[in-house]
């Protein structure tokens, strides 16, 4: 992926799935351990909204 550093910069703090994906692939982890606040589940066995659409622009 090809994103300007701002963004990468900014998905720190602010909801951004292409830099998420960025992120997350560089360094080889699942982004609830990043940002657990934004794939919290509101029941167990559940995706979030935001779940779904990463496994989307994983695949």
């Not at 701002?6 to 830099?19: D, R, V």
């Not at 080889?28 to 167990?44: A, D, T």
Request: proline content about 3%; aromatic content about 6%; hydrophobic content about 35%.
């Amino acid at each position: 992926m090809n994103l300007k550093f701002t963004t990468l910069a900014n998905t720190l703090t602010k909801s951004h799935q292409k830099g998420e994906m960025a992120i997350i692939k560089a360094i080889g982890v699942e982004p609830q351990l990043i940002w657990p606040s934004r794939y919290q589940n509101f029941k167990q066995g559940q995706h979030s909204v935001r779940e779904l659409k990463m496994k989307k622009l994983k695949e």
